[in-house]
């Protein structure tokens, strides 16, 4: 009887295609796709000396870096295979993948691998490639179609971002809106005092179990949470309806017993916290979701982006260019993981004394500097004035000056809102109608989708 003759060996563009099927675990694309698999050898084991010299044929780790095909005379077929880093904890499985899925392939008799390690640029690239993908495979919007999701931002802590975060949530909801915040700063949650909430998260009475892992963190529960709520007095001003709106918020600090207990927290637990602020909580319909993310550009930003994929990117400085310079981090990181920046906001601004004149007490430009650096609008200066820090302090936000006068004091008649609380109304009215308006009136004119030019910024003083 005679031999059967040796299967034809498979070309190198086959070979790479069955590579697209090798799927990097923590990056979470094929390993073609991520410029990981640099170049395929199909030969004959008498060829390859000659072909391919810098190939290494015999190499281990953990074991030959070969493995058998399905046939015992047929090629061999070499990957030359470049990882993140050179001592990547999942070499061992991607060599496992590569070996299992080539030697598949009808004439391969051997399936060898030499080993690369990425350069800078090719691993920015396979990055980026991988966060793209993050968003692609992101599950359906946790808050469905009507609901705008901005994150605050900032490039570094004291900037007052939490400040900005409580102010623009009342005065949205001084303009009828129903909006959410999600204290994501688990380090240093201030919400609740900034917003005058205090007590314990309770499971909603009409909740169904999530059916999720309750073993994570202290957050989690088998039921939903209820979120904290406080109604805010609608805005009595010329053009504006006077309906109250809503605000319904969660933050670590509705979880410890004492707020000035340390969370030290790292990780996967933080990532954790705020996934189930977002899953686990009975949010009910929200016009907009507000999150306010800890400074910087670490895991908690990183996740949100995945959890929230069309979430926007407010971002908070101050005027000073040094930290206009650092908040340009928040930009980058918001770009690279496929979210839109929406614009600035330069708090602490500037103080107005009371004769008038204007005293740019932290420096200047750092707001226009920022937007301009970033390609996005400046939509408010927020000023210096004290009732923003007592009113933070004393769970009044300042904000809700908008929604009532203040009453005056002997012969001095009812003054009106003050400077702070007059720009964080602007700022409001900008996102509302312009910027990032509510999902049901995007249809409606087409002026929206454009970016606002800078001059819409607000100035006090």
Known sequence: MATPAPLPAPSEDEVMAMLTHVIDPELGADIVELGMARDVVVASPEQLPKRVSRIVLSRTDSGPDRGSGGTSDGAVVVVTLALTTAGCPLRAQLRRDIIERVGSLPGVAEVRINWAEMTQDEKAAAMAIARKRAVERAPDDLFGEQTRAILVASGKGGVGKSSVTANLAVALAGRGFTVGVVDADIWGFSIPRMLGIDGRLEAAEDAAPTGGDNHDSEVSSSAKIRPHGISIP???????????????AVSMGFLVDDESVALMWRGLMLQRAVQHFLEDVAWGDLDYLLVDLPPGTGDVQMGLA????????????????????????AVSMARKNYLRVIGVVENLSHYVAPDGSVHEIFGSGGGDY??????????????????????????????LQLGATRPGSGNDPAIGPGPAALAFGALARLIATEVSPPIEMTGCTAHIAQPVPSETAVQIG
Do not use: C, F, M, N
Not at 388 to 396: F, L, N, P, W
């Open 370 to 399: 920022l937007a301009h650096e970033a390609g996005v609008p400046l939509l408010g200066k927020i000023p210096i004035e004290q009732a923003v820090a007592t009113g933070g302090d004393d769970g009044k936000p300042v904000a």
């Open 234 to 248: 609608g805005i009595s001003s010329p053009g504006v309806g006077s309906s109250p709106g809503r605000i319904e």
């Open 306 to 329: 995945r959890l929230l994929p069309r979430a926007e990117l407010l971002v908070v400085t101050t005027p000073s260019v040094a930290a206009s310079r650092v908040a340009r981090r």
